[in-house]
């Protein structure tokens, strides 16, 4: 392939390749990525159409390549691309599993592409879930031959797993193995429960096609988008080649591409640290305030040292001569990082009742609607625990300051509800001589979505929020999202303008946590968006700030954090309290570590406050952190 874009990839790679050992492209949005990919597809497919020969494609399932999808649909829709010289080979299919079930890939494939385009259905190659243990061997052998008996694979599209799968070669796959039966990694398996509903249902093993079989396509482009990603992306990409992350396996590929989102790049060596890679200016980047407070804070945890000790001789020892010659001294330096970061912090997140011309807001809070008092505030949260779990403390704070505390749940939570607890809750009900039995899946879901509420009430109690004051949304595309994969419809967003439009809020709360690998937070900060998006001219919007808030799935890094709320001892044991009237979600059920997300969100709070503590700032009993989240007016 000889698209420029691969070009500039190899090119830009130049200055990174002390660190990267693969070339990466990042775009600004996936959908941009994915055209450029499925752009790349669709000149391969012509070029073979011309010549008379097959284009063969390696394909991939999972979130990533949808857009590449639907692209390539479109394409084939409106500029009548061709796929009568298209064969395919997927990647893997669960095991066992039957290719009708909902999860199948073969399911997936039909729906987001086979059924949208002209392929013959002879050519199209998924390895197949259902076939008999003992036949699993000479069935795999088989499908090796058919891509070797294709001419074998021109182009494989990837995504990559939490654990640095590909395919499902999981940890410990071999450089040489090819396609076969493999157990799934439990991370893989936890980031499949969104599909399947429960840990218990997703199936314990795959067919998958080997290291080998990917390694002798003659082109890879490999994909990976959002937050959840960019840990695995920059071992994959900046480690070494080892068969505890499969997808550094790709590094010896000659023709590899990694197509990312600022996002899934976000750890790599010349994001994170630029000045490790080189000068900023030849990186195009500058020494903007926050890249001085990212260095600053980087360099303070890096030497174990408070901000304002650290000297000339820190800053000149790891790469940031560049800095220092621009403030000529680590002093200045310092006080800058450490002045950025104190700002920050206010215990008065709406702002305080007695400010005056004289007697200013706290800084974070400097804006239009900063002498309103007291404030309307709308804190969506995406399950109905998860505001409490992040930013339970400042919600204590708010209600106690006398705001108008809304809190607005946007997706019911009931497949989050393990059927032990709603067995315990019938059993209650039956006691005081109730019939509702829960048999029937649908009936049971709604029983365990009331169980949510419930608990929700109950903690917005030990909060002080009113039960007037809570909102169940109950977003459509969760309710759906046991029929198919998870997508936005109108009706989604028409629920979240109307709330916003109820209550006309001065500051929104919404969860900015993009780490979570189940994507409800991210389909729900994107149904936000598209909501704001309609009422962004309604003249009451223009008063409104929004702030997004982190904590079950990973924190703010310091140089992202635009306000943090302290909280006092006796503040977080009610945060405890309120945490823990969210019972049915006290067992190990999503977390990949098996620890209590109200453990995890208690450590990630006294974690926060350490850091500052060590930094050389105050030091409290817990701290919530939050990003301004810029909106468009
Ligand atoms: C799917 C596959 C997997 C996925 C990976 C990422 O056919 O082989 O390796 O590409 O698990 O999944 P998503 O895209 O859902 O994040």
């Not at 008999?132 to 499908?143: G, L, P, T």
């Not at 598209?530 to 919007?541: L, S």
Request: aromatic share 8%; with cysteine.
């Amino acid at each position: 392939m000889k698209t420029s874009w691969y070009h500039d990839a190899l090119s830009s790679s130049l200055e990174t390749s002390k660190w990267e050992h693969l070339p990466v492209v990042i775009f600004d949005h996936p959908k941009v990525a994915a055209a450029r990919v499925a752009a790349e597809i669709a000149e391969l497919i012509r070029e073979r159409a011309a010549q008379n020969r097959m284009a063969v494609l390696g394909l991939a399932t999972g979130s990533t390549p949808i857009f590449v999808y639907q692209e390539l649909a479109r394409l084939h829709r409106e500029e009548g691309l061709s796929f009568r010289n298209v064969t395919t080979f997927n990647l893997d299919e669960y095991y066992p599993l039957t290719a009708d079930q909902p999860q199948s890939y073969h399911r997936f494939m039909q729906e987001h592409l086979f059924d949208h385009v002209n392929i013959d259905p002879s050519r199209i190659h998924i390895p197949d879930g259902s076939i008999a243990r003992a036949d699993v061997a000479s069935y795999c052998d088989n499908y090796e031959r058919q891509i070797a008996e294709a001419g074998g694979i021109d182009l494989q599209l990837l995504g990559i797993g939490r654990t640095g799968h590909i395919g499902f070669n999981e940890p410990g796959s071999a450089r040489r193995s090819v396609t076969r039966l493999i157990h799934l990694d439990r991370v893989t398996r936890l980031d499949a429960i969104k599909d399947f509903s429960s840990e218990d249902r997703v199936p314990r093993a795959a067919i998958t096609t080997g290291v080998r079989t990917i390694l002798q396509a003659r082109r890879i482009v490999l994909m990976a988008f959002g937050e959840h990603k960019a840990d695995i992306v920059a071992r994959a990409v900046e480690g070494e080649v080892s068969a505890e992350v499969p997808a550094t396996y790709l590094q010896d590929h000659d023709n590899c591409l990694m197509i990312l989102d600022p996002a899934a790049a976000a750890q790599l060596t010349r994001i994170r640290t630029p000045w490790l890679v080189g000068p900023l200016a030849e990186m195009g980047l500058a020494w903007s305030d926050a890249m001085l407070r990212r260095a600053v804070t980087w360099l303070a945890q890096k030497t174990g040292k408070a901000i304002l000790k650290l000297t000339d001789e820190d800053y000149n020892s790891h790469s940031l001569q560049e800095l220092l010659s621009l403030h000529g001294n680590a002093y200045e330096i310092n006080l800058q990082g450490f002045r950025q970061l104190q700002n920050t912090i206010t215990g008065w997140p709406g702002g305080k009742p007695t400010a005056t011309a004289t007697v200013p807001q706290p800084r974070p809070l400097r804006n239009s609607s900063a002498s309103v008092y007291p404030k309307r505030i709308l804190i969506f949260s995406p399950l109905p625990d998860d505001h409490v779990l992040s930013m339970g403390g400042t919600l204590i704070r708010l209600a106690e300051q006398k705001h108008e505390v809304h809190v607005a749940c946007q997706v019911s939570g009931s497949d989050a509800v393990p059927d032990e607890v709603l067995q315990r809750y019938l059993d209650f009900h039956r006691q005081l001589g109730g019939a509702a039995d829960g048999s029937e899946a649908s009936s049971a879901k709604k029983l365990k979505a009331a169980i949510r509420r419930a608990e929700t009430h109950s903690a917005s109690r030990v909060c002080r929020v009113e039960a007037g004051r809570l909102h169940f949304l109950d977003l459509p595309f969760y309710e759906r999202a046991a029929a198919g994969y998870r997508k936005i419809s109108p009706e989604d967003v028409e629920t979240t303008v109307q709330v916003l439009r109820e209550i006309r809020p001065h500051q929104i709360y919404a969860a900015g946590d993009l780490a979570d690998p189940h994507g409800t937070h991210r389909i729900c900060l994107e149904i936000l968006t598209q909501a704001i998006e309609k009422i962004r001219h309604e003249p009451w919007f223009a008063e409104c700030e929004a702030w997004l808030y982190r904590g079950a799935w990973g924190e703010w890094p310091l140089h992202e954090v635009d306000l943090t709320v302290p909280l006092s001892p006796a503040e977080v044991a009610r945060k405890r309290r309120a945490i823990f009237q969210h019972e049915s979600q006290k067992s190990p059920f999503l977390g990949a570590d098996n620890s209590e997300f109200g453990r995890r969100a208690e450590d990630s709070a006294r974690a926060t406050s350490r850091l500052f503590d060590r930094l050389g700032l105050a030091d409290y009993e817990a701290m919530e952190t939050f990003h301004r989240w810029e909106l468009a007016r």
